[in-house]
């Protein structure tokens, strides 16, 4: 007999989990972005150098952690959001897997600084690949400031596989544009090499929409709101003339999550026939609130994928949500009186 197999170290078993979780700096950026509002910020700021491949840092005022939690907060599967299998099916958090920081920490060097309104100090700990190099007392404001420095300098493969620094800025705004439009009631600032590129402050979505978009959206923005048993829909829709060729200002967000479904866009590009031409895109910003029971979002790791257990009534819902703020609007065509 001759037994061979053996549990892979912590260090090694979080490297290859990471490579689920951490593609890019982006995707490093939407778990800090996630924490800071799960933990209740009001304020949010971000400092981006070199495209996220140098820092990524995410500053919240949010409720901090001891330093035992701090600590934990690295272990893999380690989360104070879910306790038992229930709780998965009725998920009000952003996170939940308990995977993002032990993840990170495996492939960048990272350094925490936490505190929480009731302690003097704060703790400082810093990783880097998986390995506690300091944990100490420091003094800094109440609540978290993660920094991710040199994503992936352990494993010079996947480094080399980063893209040019504009294509990975363009995902990390991406990513910093679906977290600002989900929370306007929180603030939020971007800064890229100590330059500021977003300066948002709380306030009602449609600010938010023109606090990240531009002033060209204000007054082409239309209210968007449907309320049925199954699940509600509220947001804008732009005006059919301000439709683009581009795409990429097109978000659903479901519980304040941000995902992508061809099947959702649609319903609304549906819609919109007629009203505007086969190649171009309205804006929208729609979310959808529905019961946690009706949705599975542990589909995929990154979260973008969602299960509806009655995909069509959504689809329906959302068609029609749209159709009546477009008719409301006096902007459908006369003589058009489908449903
Ligand atoms: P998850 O978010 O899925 O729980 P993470 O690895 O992202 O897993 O974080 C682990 C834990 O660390 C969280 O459950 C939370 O308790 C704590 N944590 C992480 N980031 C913050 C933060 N910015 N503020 C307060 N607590 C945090
Ligand atoms: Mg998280």
Known sequence: MNNIIQ???DAIANQIAAGEVVQRP?????EL????VDAGATQIQVLVKDAGKQLIQVIDNGKGMSPTDARMS???HATSKIRTSQDLF???????RGEALASIAAVAQVELKTRQADSELATLIQIEGSELKKQEPISAPVGTSVAMKNLFFNVPARRNFLKSNPVEMRHIVDEFQRVALSYP?????LYQQDLETYNLTPGKLSQRIVGLFGKSYQGQLVPCEEVTPHLNVTGYIGKPEHAKKTRGEQFFFVNNRYIRSSYLHHAVSSAFEGLIQADQHPFYVLFLEI????IDINVHPTKTEIKFDDERTVYAVI????KQALGAHHVMPALDFSV
Do not use: M, Q, W, Y
């Open 185 to 189: 009631e929180i603030g939020f600032t």
């Open 33 to 36: 972005l996630e924490n800071a």
């Open 291 to 294: 019961d946690p029971a009706h």
């Open 74 to 76: 690295f272990e893999r």
């Open 319 to 322: 068609r029609s949500a749209v």
């Open 26 to 30: 982006a995707s490093a950026l939407k």
């Open 90 to 96: 009725a998920i009000r958090t952003f996170g939940f």
């Open 7 to 9: 549990l892979l170290p």
